[in-house]
């Protein structure tokens, strides 16, 4: 159980253009998702938290404008990457957390953006 | 400011005992956990602590110290399939909304 998907897994795409990456957990409602931004062989960086039907809370310097989130049930939320530019490439990675279990968090498998 | 630091990379053999140490200095504070994340995969929870004091999850236990800002994680009889990354992380923020701040992670290379 606690099964967290993203779709896509990889994704390319040219600088200017926006970038939609869902993140689902498939086997229990999710009351908070987060998302993270990963560089190779680096730590996690919290980009932001969202809850269903609120908006989400962004970290210090994560630009709302350009990482837009939406938590539109209590299975899904979706980041995207708007005006993509060759330094947002990265892996993002989303994680999603039960009412039962305040302290443990569900990642997904992430996604490798690349933004030529 | 925030930091948890890790040591960068711990090697041992197979068989072995190692331990990862996890020192924190974070705004707010409600326990401590693990993660383990292979090389491309999704971090994996391991343990968590909230209380001073030994956890213990199998071949796993991780270990937390409040008043030292102090932790680790002890693995033992170590396996192959044990090489991955490991991470602590303070949970902080208000209660229903804790969200976790990450160590600087451990690469473990676990050898025959």
């Known amino acids: 159980g606690a099964v967290v998907s993203q779709h896509p897994s990889r994704v390319i795409c040219k600088s200017g253009t926006s970038v939609k990456i869902e993140c689902r957990s498939l086997?229990?409602?999710?009351?908070?998702m987060f998302w993270y931004r990963q560089f190779p062989k680096k730590s996690l960086m919290l980009m932001a938290t969202?809850?269903?039907?609120?908006?989400?809370?962004?970290e210090q310097g994560v630009e709302k404008d350009k990482f837009l989130i939406n938590h539109a049930s209590l299975t899904l939320s979706t980041l995207t990457v708007t005006s993509a530019h060759p330094e947002d490439s990265s892996f993002y990675i989303c994680?999603?957390?039960?009412?039962?279990?305040?302290?443990?968090?569900?990642f997904g498998p992430g996604t490798r953006l690349t933004v030529t | 400011g925030q930091s948890l630091e890790q040591p960068s990379e711990v090697t041992a053999v197979e068989g072995a005992i190692v331990q990862i140490n996890c020192t924190y200095q974070?705004?707010?504070?409600?326990?401590l956990s693990w993660y383990q994340q292979h090389d491309g995969g999704a971090p994996t929870f391991l343990s968590y602590?909230?209380?001073?004091g030994l956890e213990e999850t199998g071949r796993f236990s991780s270990f937390l110290s409040r008043s030292d800002s102090y932790g680790y994680l002890l693995l033992q009889e170590l396996q192959m399939k044990d090489s991955a990354s490991y991470f602590c992380a303070v949970s902080e923020g208000d209660t229903g909304f804790q969200k976790l701040v990450f160590g600087t992670g451990t690469r473990l290379l676990v050898s025959p």
């Open positions: 994680s999603a957390k039960m009412a039962e279990k305040l302290y443990e968090q569900y």
């Open positions: 974070t705004s707010g504070f409600y326990g």
């Open positions: 602590n909230a209380l001073d």
């Open positions: 086997d229990f409602q999710a009351t908070t």
């Open positions: 969202s809850n269903e039907g609120s908006k989400a809370t962004y």
